[in-house]
């Protein structure tokens, strides 16, 4: 027996968790090793000020290929690196020399200009490569890398939440952001769990292991599943007793963003700009890096007239 769907009824079918979409990500190489580009997808560049987030692929073992990322630039974002396994060494043109191992977070915040390179220092990298468009305020001003060892972690029912950037519940990252954001490691115990939200953030849930069920939606790893602004809570459930994934969130950024190559910002003038700095070797925009590794050139922009 059916009858007329009543007001309440179409308001929670048209609720954010009904409008959960689910996108694939991309498979590529990074410095050699392979990767699964989950952001930006088709039509979406940004959930918050999230921009880019590459999954680096568990290793062959058999073969495993070695993280080599030589110097290169970045304008007008923040890098968050997280890795999973392995070590690495992260060098940029402020001096820093950051050894990284898995549970400590890398963030540096290229503002107007920054240049850094990182190598892999074991065999079996597994992580999290991501970016944060900076706002307005923040994205011409200075560079910035901190190194955070040691982070909170949230102890929710059916969940272990190691708090990477923002804050859940009482317990808040010390990583300094300029937008309101969100990122979580999640550990489930018991195959299930509810994590609360900001109904103000937008967000994406990215499985590392094993395939989760967000509500009615079902997303593999090595995919994501965008989450839009209004919901309270994620009700997650895994398709093993433990599974791992990230919950990345914010604020919607408000604005749209230029990407291409290492670079963000508002129109390609400005990364044409970026482009010729890096090209020329311009040492007040993107300093000298202390590497082994080598230089990369950027590829011309494709909207730059060839003569």
Same mark, same amino acid.
């Given at each position: 027996?059916?009858?007329?769907?009543?007001?309440?009824?179409?308001?929670?079918?048209?609720? =954010?968790?009904?409008?959960?979409?689910?996108?694939?990500? #991309?498979?590529?190489?990074?410095?050699?090793?392979?990767?699964?580009?989950?952001?930006?997808?088709?039509?979406? #560049?940004?959930?918050?000020?999230?921009?880019?987030?590459?999954?680096?692929?568990?290793?062959?073992?058999?073969?495993?290929?070695?993280?080599?990322?030589? =110097?290169?630039?970045?304008?007008?974002?923040?890098?968050?690196?997280?890795?999973?396994?392995?070590?690495?060494?992260?060098?940029? @043109?402020?001096?820093?020399?950051?050894?990284?191992? +898995?549970?400590? $977070?890398?963030?540096?915040?290229?503002?107007?200009?920054?240049?850094?390179?990182? $190598?892999?220092?074991?065999?079996?990298?597994?992580?999290?490569?991501?970016?944060?468009?900076?706002?307005?305020?923040?994205?011409?001003?200075?560079?910035?890398?901190?190194?955070? =060892?040691?982070?909170?972690?949230?102890?929710?029912?059916?969940?272990?939440?190691?708090?990477?950037?923002?804050?859940?519940?009482?317990?808040?990252?010390?990583?300094?952001?300029?937008?309101?954001?969100?990122?979580?490691?999640?550990?489930?115990?018991?195959?299930?769990?509810?994590?609360?939200?900001?109904?103000?953030?937008?967000?994406?849930?990215? +499985?590392?292991?094993?395939?989760?069920?967000?509500?009615?939606?079902?997303?593999?790893?090595?995919?994501?599943?965008?989450?839009?602004?209004?919901?309270?809570?994620?009700?997650?459930?895994? @398709?093993?007793?433990?599974?791992?994934?990230?919950?990345?969130?914010?604020? =919607?950024?408000?604005?749209?963003?230029?990407?291409?190559?290492?670079?963000?910002?508002?129109?390609?003038?400005?990364?044409?700009?970026?482009? #010729?700095?890096?090209?020329?070797?311009?040492?007040?925009?993107?300093?000298?890096?202390?590497?082994? $590794?080598?230089?990369?050139?950027?590829?011309?922009?494709?909207?730059?007239?060839?003569?």
């Amino acid at each position: 027996m059916s009858g007329p769907v009543q007001p309440v009824d179409a308001a929670v079918e048209q609720g =954010p968790l009904a409008r959960i979409d689910v996108r694939e990500g #991309r498979s590529t190489t990074v410095g050699g090793v392979p990767i699964s580009r989950v952001l930006p997808t088709k039509g979406r #560049r940004t959930v918050g000020p999230w921009c880019f987030v590459d999954l680096i692929l568990p290793p062959d073992f058999d073969d495993p290929h070695p993280l080599e990322v030589g =110097p290169h630039p970045h304008i007008g974002l923040a890098t968050v690196t997280w890795l999973l396994a392995g070590e690495a060494l992260h060098t940029d @043109s402020l001096g820093s020399e950051q050894p990284i191992k +898995p549970g400590q $977070l890398n963030l540096m915040s290229a503002g107007d200009g920054i240049a850094h390179a990182e $190598l892999g220092t074991s065999e079996g990298i597994h992580g999290i490569q991501m970016w944060l468009a900076q706002p307005e305020g923040t994205r011409h001003g200075p560079s910035r890398f901190e190194h955070i =060892p040691d982070l909170p972690v949230a102890d929710l029912p059916g969940a272990e939440v190691k708090i990477m950037i923002g804050g859940l519940d009482d317990l808040a990252s010390p990583a300094l952001v300029d937008w309101p954001t969100v990122g979580l490691d999640i550990s489930l115990r018991g195959g299930r769990a509810e994590i609360p939200t900001d109904p103000e953030f937008e967000y994406a849930v990215i +499985p590392i292991d094993h395939n989760l069920k967000i509500d009615d939606a079902i997303v593999e790893p090595g995919w994501l599943a965008l989450v839009p602004v209004g919901a309270e809570s994620l009700p997650i459930e895994a @398709s093993a007793d433990r599974a791992r994934l990230l919950v990345l969130g914010g604020s =919607p950024l408000g604005e749209p963003i230029e990407m291409w190559w290492n670079f963000v910002a508002r129109s390609k003038e400005e990364i044409t700009e970026a482009w #010729r700095a890096w090209q020329t070797h311009d040492l007040d925009r993107f300093g000298p890096v202390s590497s082994k $590794l080598a230089r990369i050139d950027a590829p011309p922009p494709p909207w730059r007239a060839t003569r």
